[in-house]
């Protein structure tokens, strides 16, 4: 059987082996779950990048940009960092230069695995299906917040043991963390974060909604896969029958 892995910080990532491993990168507040909803809505293709002055060369070559720092829309880009602004029609068929505090770094930083894809509650079922598919040892990198452990991204890890816990073998004591995690808070994701570091940053900047949002589990099928230097969407064959 495979083994699943969890990574609670992208500043642990050197300890790992990434060659032969599925990456799984996660930060559900709020990268991955943005890039999960805007390739479901009609994205081509993302391109993670480090900084924000990279991001903007990417203007200059006609891509759309998002970028965000510190929870907050960064200047003269196009898009923040908010799921909601990746549902427009501005998104369709168009390709996105994005980078936000945690999530891309953490993207760029698993490069050297064999595949690496994003994973969020909204496509949890999806990336389930598609490790199923690959049959490789699984690392979940949890984006965490400027290199410290976050609940949010935790929680996933755990729910997505949960779903392979048939088919996948934990690793080690990050896995059971994450998964004992999750089944203390199945049944109620917000209420067990609402203390949470990055709800309360959020909650202070006004943002309530993403929140609600990117706790909701499967809401899109695709799954986004790193090709090259850009992450396309990817349908399951399970979840496409
Ligand atoms: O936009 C977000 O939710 C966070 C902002 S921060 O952690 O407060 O800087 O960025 P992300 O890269 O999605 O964690
Ligand atoms: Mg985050």
């Known amino acids: 059987m495979p083994f699943l892995d969890v990574c609670f910080s992208p500043e642990l990532i050197h300890l790992y082996e990434l060659k032969g491993r599925v990456v799984v990168v996660v930060d559900i ?31 200059q070559q006609g891509y759309l940009t998002a970028a965000e720092r510190d929870g907050k829309m960064a200047s003269d880009f196009d898009l923040g960092n908010s799921p909601f602004s990746y ?10 230069a994005m980078t936000t505090t945690n999530g891309t770094r953490a993207i ?4 050297a695995a064999d595949k690496v894809v994003v994973g969020a509650f909204l496509n949890l079922s ?18 965490g917040w400027k290199g410290k452990f976050n609940l949010e991204d935790t929680l996933f890890a755990g729910a997505l043991a949960h779903k392979l816990q048939d088919s ?21 994701l917000e209420g067990f974060l609402s203390k949470a570091s990055h709800v309360q940053r959020l909650r202070n900047l ?8 990117c706790l909701q589990p ?10 090259g230097d850009y992450l396309v969407p990817y349908t399951p064959e399970v979840i496409k029958s």
């Open 29 to 59: 507040l709020r990268a991955t779950s943005s890039m999960v909803t805007g390739l479901a809505h009609g994205l081509e293709r993302i391109v993670p990048v480090s900084s924000l002055e990279d991001c903007k060369l990417y203007s």
């Open 218 to 227: 499967d809401v899109y099928d695709i799954v986004p896969v790193m090709e």
């Open 87 to 96: 549902m427009s029609e501005l998104v369709k068929g168009r390709t996105l």
């Open 126 to 143: 999806s990336v389930a299906a598609y490790l199923l598919e690959q049959q490789k040892n699984v690392l979940v990198v949890c984006a």
């Open 108 to 111: 760029r930083l698993s490069a």
């Open 168 to 188: 996948f073998e934990p690793e080690n004591d990050a896995t059971l963390a994450a998964w004992h995690l999750y089944e203390t808070a199945k049944n109620d």
């Open 206 to 213: 006004d943002i309530f909604k993403d929140i609600t949002f």
